[in-house]
C-alpha cells in the first residue's frame, strides 16, 4: 500500500478523541462524515459535525455526553442524537441502509455499514469519511473518490444519478445549490439526469426546496446557480414569475431588454454590493440580507402583465414597480416563506426600487427627497444599494450616465437629511394622541389629520417639530368641527369620559 495521507489536523478538537475512545469502549466504529469532511478539505469554516457510527449513534452520544459532561437532546423516532460543546454541533446516527421504491417517496430504512450509509450520500464529495478508529484515527475512507472529484471541481453521484436523484429528487437542486456556492460544474451525464427527472420534483415539499434556493441567492454568484435550475427546467416549476420574464419582443425594429437576464444580473450586483457594504451597514439590519437578495430576484416581476409597445415612445412597463409589489404575498406563499415582515419588507423594496432613479427626472426636489425618505424609513440604505445594482445595460455610456444621475440624488439625500433629519421620520402626530385630544372612537378622520400634518412636514410647510405639528392638528381638526375634550355623542361610540 502506497503511503495515505492522514486528516488528524482536522479532528483536533478534544471531543473527537472522546468519540473514538467511547466508541471502542462501545465495540463499534464510527467516522466524520459528510459536510465536515468536504469543508475541511475545501479551507471552509464548518462547525456542524455528522458522526455516523456501526451501531447505536444515540448510545455513542450518551456516552460522550456522560464523558464531557454536556447535554444531549435525543431523536428516537429519527434514531439521532445531537451534543453542543464549545461552538461545535455534533449529531450522531447509525450508518444506514436506504431502499427506495418507486410508488413511495419514503424509503425503507435499514442498519446498515458505513460503506451502505455512503452510498446512500448524494455526491462523491459529500460521502467521504475521516476514521475515528485508533488505529486509523483520522484516514480517509473515500470510496468513490470525491477528493478527486474535489481537484477536478466536480459534482457527481455516488451511484447512477437516475437512481441518486430519482430516490430523492431534492439531490438536483442540491447539486446546483453546491455548484453555485463552490464554483463546481455539474458532471455533464448527471445534468442530463436532472433534466431527465424534474418531473420527480412534484414530491418534494416546498419548504426543502426555499432552503436550496436561499443557500442559492446567499452563494458568491447566485446567477450560477439560478441560470442552472433555468437550464435544467427547474425553475420554470418553481418560480413560473421569474422564468415569465424572459425572452425579448421586437416591434417596428424595436426590442427591449431580456428581463430575466437582467434581474439575475441585478442578484449579482446586490451580492457584489452587499459584500463591499461597510459593517455599520451590516450591523443593527431589520432583516437579514438574503431579504435583499429575494427583492433583487423578485423586483421586476410585474413587468410581463404590465408590457405595452406604445406607437412613438416603445415599450414601457408601467406601474410594473407596484404591480410587482401586489405579486409578493403570492409568491411568498407559494414558497411557504414568512408572510411578516420579511414579505412586507421585500414588497417594499419592490414597490419602491423606482423611486431614488425617478428623483432624478423630477429635478430632485427637497419635498420629493423627503417623501422617499419618509416612505423607504430605516430600508432607505438597502433600497438605495437595490436602486444602483438596478442598473445595468449592454451600453457602459448608459451605465454610467445612470450612475452619475444617481449619485446626483445620493448627494441630495444626504444634503437633505443633514438639514433637517428626515431619515427615520416619525410623524409627531400620533392616531392615540388626536383620540385623546379629542376624545374620539378610532374612524377615517384621524388618519385625515395625521396626513394632513405629515403632507405639511414633508412639503416644508411646517418645521418638523412637536410644536408645529401640534398647532396644525388645532387648526386641522377646528376645520373639522371636533371640539377639545370631544363631543361623543356625535361620533357615538364612546363613554363620556373626559380625557384625563
Ligand atoms: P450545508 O451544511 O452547507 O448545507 P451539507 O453538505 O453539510 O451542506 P447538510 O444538509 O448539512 O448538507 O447534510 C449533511 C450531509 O448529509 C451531506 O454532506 C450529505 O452527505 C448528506 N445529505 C444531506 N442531504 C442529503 C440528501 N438529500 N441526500 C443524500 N444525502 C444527503
Ligand atoms: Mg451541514
Not at 502506497?2 to 472522546?18: A, C, M, P, Q, W
Not at 430600508?379 to 450612475?403: E, F, G, P, Q, Y
Request: proline share 4%.
Amino acid at each position: 500500500m502506497g503511503s495515505v495521507e492522514n486528516y488528524s489536523r482536522f479532528l483536533k478538537h478534544r471531543i473527537f478523541d472522546t468519540i473514538s475512545q467511547e466508541a471502542e469502549a462501545l465495540g463499534v466504529r464510527a467516522f466524520v462524515i459528510g459536510g465536515y469532511v468536504r469543508d475541511c478539505i475545501l479551507g471552509r469554516p464548518c462547525n456542524d459535525i455528522d458522526v455516523v457510527v456501526e451501531g447505536s449513534g444515540i448510545a455513542l452520544a450518551e456516552a460522550v455526553a456522560k464523558r464531557l459532561r454536556c447535554r444531549v437532546s435525543v431523536f428516537k423516532r429519527f434514531g439521532t442524537a445531537m451534543i453542543k460543546s464549545k461552538g461545535l454541533e455534533v449529531e450522531f446516527v447509525g450508518a444506514r441502509k436506504e431502499s427506495y421504491r418507486a410508488d413511495s417517496r419514503k424509503p425503507i430504512v435499514e442498519d446498515g455499514t458505513l460503506r451502505e450509509d455512503q452510498e446512500r450520500r448524494d455526491f462523491t464529495i459529500n460521502a467521504m469519511s475521516f476514521s475515528l478508529q485508533k488505529e486509523n484515527f483520522g484516514e480517509l475512507v473515500d470510496p468513490f473518490d470525491g477528493l478527486g472529484d474535489i481537484s477536478r471541481k466536480l459534482i457527481r453521484t455516488p451511484l447512477d444519478p437516475d437512481t441518486t436523484y430519482s430516490d430523492d429528487p431534492l439531490r438536483m437542486i442540491r447539486a446546483i445549490r453546491f455548484a453555485s456556492q463552490l464554483s463546481f460544474e455539474i458532471l455533464p451525464e448527471s445534468f442530463e439526469s436532472i433534466k431527465r427527472n424534474r418531473a420527480r420534483l412534484a414530491i418534494l415539499s416546498i419548504e426543502r426546496i426555499n432552503e436550496e434556493l436561499n443557500k442559492i441567492l446567499l452563494s458568491p454568484k447566485p446567477s450560477v446557480g439560478l441560470k442552472l435550475l433555468d437550464d435544467a427546467t427547474l425553475l420554470e416549476l418553481i418560480l413560473p414569475q421569474v422564468t415569465n420574464l424572459k425572452g425579448v419582443e421586437t416591434v417596428e425594429g424595436r426590442g427591449h431588454k431580456d428581463n430575466f437576464y437582467h434581474s439575475l444580473q441585478v442578484v449579482d450586483n446586490v451580492a457584489e454590493l452587499i459584500r463591499q457594504r461597510p459593517v455599520e451597514q451590516k450591523e443593527n439590519r431589520a432583516v437579514e440580507e438574503l431579504w435583499l437578495l429575494w427583492a433583487a430576484l423578485l423586483h421586476d416581476i410585474g413587468k410581463p402583465s404590465t408590457k405595452r409597445f406604445e406607437e412613438g415612445i416603445g415599450w414601457t412597463f408601467h406601474s410594473h414597480d407596484f404591480v410587482g409589489g401586489k405579486m409578493i404575498p403570492g409568491v411568498f406563499k407559494h414558497l411557504k416563506m414568512p408572510l411578516n415582515e420579511k414579505m412586507k419588507y421585500v414588497q417594499k423594496m419592490v414597490q419602491l426600487h423606482l423611486r431614488p432613479i425617478s428623483l432624478v427626472d423630477d429635478q430632485v426636489t427637497d419635498s420629493a427627497v423627503r417623501r422617499l425618505l419618509f416612505d423607504a424609513g430605516e430600508d432607505i440604505d438597502d433600497l438605495m444599494l437595490l436602486c444602483s445594482a438596478d442598473i445595468t445595460s449592454k451600453n457602459d455610456k448608459t451605465v454610467a450616465r445612470h450612475k452619475k444621475n444617481f449619485e446626483l440624488v445620493k448627494q441630495k439625500m444626504k444634503e437633505v437629511e443633514e438639514k433637517d433629519e428626515y431619515r427615520n421620520f416619525k410623524n409627531p402626530i400620533t392616531g392615540d394622541l388626536v383620540m385623546e385630544v379629542y376624545n374620539i372612537p378610532p374612524c377615517n378622520l384621524i388618519g385625515e389629520i395625521k396626513e394632513y400634518v405629515k403632507n405639511a412636514i414633508l412639503d416644508g410647510v411646517i418645521e418638523n417639530n412637536y410644536e408645529a405639528a401640534y398647532a396644525l392638528m388645532e387648526q386641522k381638526a377646528a376645520d373639522m368641527g371636533l371640539v377639545k375634550g370631544g363631543a361623543p355623542a356625535a361620533t357615538g361610540e364612546q363613554s363620556g369620559d373626559s380625557p384625563r
